[in-house]
């Protein structure tokens, strides 16, 4: 069955360091791949996606992601991190273009000042 | 561009009445809708795919009679859970298809439906 692993449940980085968030997929084929974040209470906001072509994606806020065929993965990095970035991370899978969405089961990220 | 809302933000109703959850994408037509809920600390579930004009799609395990879709217009699907109960508490979320091939949802803000 398809899955969606990220593995890192939570993530502590101080502020104005790197980051990078994990997501690996299983699915035979390419899927369309999608990094979402949640604020507390908040809906999903779409930081970026891949459907095809260039390898490396920008999204919003400074965030990039990287699209690793041969190890199943998308993870996601910024090269400094901000206190605002402090949310819930998901990484998403759709397995048809416009179809229905599988989510990882997300990374909490905490700044330290 | 693409918005979507969800109305009301907060809902808290007694064991045994129904909720109605509404859903609008409010700068773009949406054939499809999504319907996800989330529990506490957890990732989120699909529900059910809303298809604008057709009957939704329901994920397995989810009761269609309890949770009643309804996806009249292009802006607009609905979400009704009849006799709710305390294990019906929780974030709901629905997300719409929006891009000129329908390929992203966007999400909006979600509802906390507590019953009491």
């Known amino acids: 069955a398809q899955s969606v692993t990220q593995p890192d449940i939570h993530i502590t980085v101080s502020e104005g360091a790197s980051l990078e968030l994990r997501c690996n997929y299983s699915?035979?084929?390419?899927?369309?791949l999608f990094w979402y974040v949640q604020s507390p209470g908040q809906g999903l906001q779409l930081l970026l996606k891949?459907?095809?072509?260039?390898?490396l994606v920008q999204g919003i806020k400074g965030f990039e992601a990287e699209f690793k065929r041969s190890q199943s993965s998308f993870n996601l990095r910024k090269p400094s991190v901000h206190w605002s970035d402090a949310a819930e991370y998901f990484c998403?899978?759709?397995?048809?273009?416009?179809?229905?969405?599988?989510f990882g089961q997300g990374t909490e990220l905490s700044v330290k000042p | 561009g693409a918005v979507v809302s969800q109305h009301p933000s907060r809902v808290i109703c007694k064991s045994g009445t129904s909720v109605k959850i509404e859903c609008r994408s409010l700068?773009?037509?949406?054939?499809?809708m999504f319907w996800y809920r989330q529990f506490p600390k957890q990732s989120l579930m699909l529900m059910a795919t809303?298809?604008?004009?057709?009957?939704?799609?329901?994920e397995q395990g989810v009761e269609k009679d309890k949770f009643l879709i309804n996806h009249a217009s292009l802006t607009l699907s609905t979400l009704t859970v009849t006799s709710a109960h305390p294990e019906d508490s929780s974030f709901y979320i629905c997300?719409?298809?929006?891009?000129?091939?329908?390929?992203?949802?966007?999400f909006g803000p979600g509802t906390r439906l507590t019953v009491l």
């Open positions: 997300s719409a298809l929006a891009g000129g091939a329908g390929d992203t949802q966007y």
């Open positions: 699915y035979g084929a390419t899927p369309y």
């Open positions: 891949y459907f095809s072509g260039d390898t």
């Open positions: 998403a899978v759709g397995l048809t273009q416009g179809g229905k969405l599988i």
């Open positions: 700068d773009f037509q949406a054939t499809t």
């Open positions: 809303s298809n604008e004009g057709s009957k939704a799609t329901y």
